[in-house]
């Protein structure tokens, strides 16, 4: 399945690095003869383990795509604002200036701003742009058009939502997020709980559902993409966001993305265990 360009608005048990030549990958995918994008920034919009970690890699690996990270996470807001040197509010709200900083740590040369935000994030975003806004704005997408530019969306979810939920909850007991990152202090030794998963479920499921209003509300048509998709083929499923995107990949670069797949025969045991209540 393909994403349709806005008119003008391997394996999933891989666990080495990869390292693709683009100019034997151009040979091979469709790719857009569009050279210059007539947009400036695109939101990955997801739920929490849907794969948006390893999606933010690929593009960002592409060179063209932005550097998509989590900007707005309210947990990362002050280590980001550190890092940019930038004053936060007082009342803790992302201001435009916050936003102008991320704009800028978030492009890539070619002026394209990547980001990924969470569907509990949303409205905290809007609530501190509409607070710092000079003037009112119509939409939610006015507010962000007014800070980001002119948008893209592509919408990451996954389909086998009881695996996610099992994902979170398992992350959640161990501390333990992505390969080569820090294990949080306070961690435990992963155990089924069956409650927890019930309601990461829930969780799932009204985010999801939140962003398919936000969407339609907004009359917008991200392009859609999965979590089994991109497990399965992370490349084809990075090339065809970048077609959506309109962005060529130079013929001589490397894409070269760190993944470990994570799930193991406990996840396997405990999305069955969940599934046969």
């Excluded at 990547?114 to 975003?125: C, H, K, S, W, Y």
Aim: proline share 6%; net charge negative.
């Amino acid at each position: 399945m393909t994403c349709a360009t806005p008119s003008r608005p391997s394996t999933a048990n891989s666990t080495d690095v990869r390292e693709l030549d683009w100019s034997q990958v151009n040979a091979c995918l469709p790719s857009s003869t569009v050279m210059h994008p007539d947009f400036d920034s695109y939101l990955i919009c997801a739920t929490p383990r849907s794969g948006s970690t390893l999606l933010c890699g690929l593009l960002d690996s592409s060179g063209v795509a932005g550097h998509p990270a989590s900007y707005f996470n309210r947990k990362s807001l002050n280590e980001y604002a550190d890092d940019w040197r930038i004053a936060r509010p007082r009342d803790g709200r992302i201001d435009e200036a916050f936003v102008r900083a991320a704009l800028t740590a978030g492009k890539t040369s070619n002026g394209v701003f990547g980001g990924r935000i969470m569907a509990e994030t949303l409205p905290e975003l809007i609530s501190g742009l509409a607070a710092a806004a000079s003037i009112p704005a119509v939409t939610d997408v006015d507010l962000l058009s007014a800070q980001l530019g002119q948008l893209r969306f592509v919408h990451l979810r996954r389909r086998d939502v009881v695996a996610q939920a099992v994902s979170w909850a398992k992350s959640l007991q161990t501390h333990f997020w992505h390969p080569g990152e820090a294990v949080a202090p306070g961690g435990q030794d992963p155990h089924y709980d069956e409650e927890l998963i019930g309601r990461l479920v829930a969780t799932i499921e009204r985010s999801e559902a939140d962003w398919t209003v936000w969407f339609a509300s907004h009359s917008i048509v991200p392009c859609e993409v999965t979590y089994e998709e991109l497990a399965a083929d992370p490349l084809r499923t990075a090339q065809k966001v970048l077609d959506y995107l309109g962005l060529n990949v130079p013929p001589d670069r490397q894409l070269r993305v760190g993944h470990h797949r994570q799930a193991d025969q406990l996840n396997a045991d405990w999305i069955t265990r969940f599934k046969s209540r």
